[in-house]
């Protein structure tokens, strides 16, 4: 046998092969993308079984954390008799900061625009409270503070501490 014969029987060989190899391939593709997709959608269930817990759980905290950091609920376990208006101011700014580093990492668990709200109720909260001591006399103590920040939070028409609960209530309902 000559070369030219060698290699024309390896071309038709390989032609032959990889002829066959895309019909096996065309008539399999179905099955095996059926198979791809299952090993996916099992993958999706498993994950969702496992994150589901998680989601509910953080929704849980972002709604403690958002009654902690309510001003009512911040004043009652924060005041003591005779208390400054600066070391109040700082217990409330320490708690809000502190209760929402505690949480940061919910907002993986939640939609962007609840976390959004949360976080800018957060920053609305240390606002309100900064607001406050600026509007009273340097002499104030810890109740007029109470005193002023327990009336701007009577004179807002709806309570964002409250709406806020309510939309993380709406997100945890659209995981069901």
Do not use: C
């Not at 008539?27 to 299952?38: E, V």
């Not at 959004?116 to 309100?128: C, G, H, P, Y």
């Amino acid at each position: 046998m000559n070369a030219q014969q060698i290699i024309t029987d390896i071309v038709v060989l390989f032609t032959g092969i990889f002829l066959s190899l895309l019909t096996i391939y065309y008539l399999l593709k179905n099955d095996i993308q059926r198979f791809f997709n299952l090993k996916t959608i099992e993958l999706n269930k498993e994950s969702k079984a496992h994150i589901l817990p998680l989601r509910l759980q953080a929704h849980e905290r972002l709604i403690i954390f958002v009654d902690r950091i309510n001003p009512a609920n911040l004043l009652v376990r924060l005041h003591q008799q005779g208390i400054g208006i600066a070391t109040l101011q700082a217990g409330i700014l320490n708690e809000v900061r502190s209760e929402f580093q505690h949480n940061i990492t919910q907002q993986l668990y939640v939609g962007s625009v609840t976390w959004n709200v949360v976080r800018k109720l957060k920053d609305d909260t240390i606002a309100m409270i900064n607001n406050a001591v600026q509007g009273l006399p340097s002499d104030a103590n810890g109740i007029e503070l109470s005193k002023a920040i327990l009336q701007h939070m009577a004179s807002i028409d709806e309570n964002p501490y409250d709406l806020t609960i309510e939309l993380i209530k709406k997100d945890i309902e659209k995981l069901f």
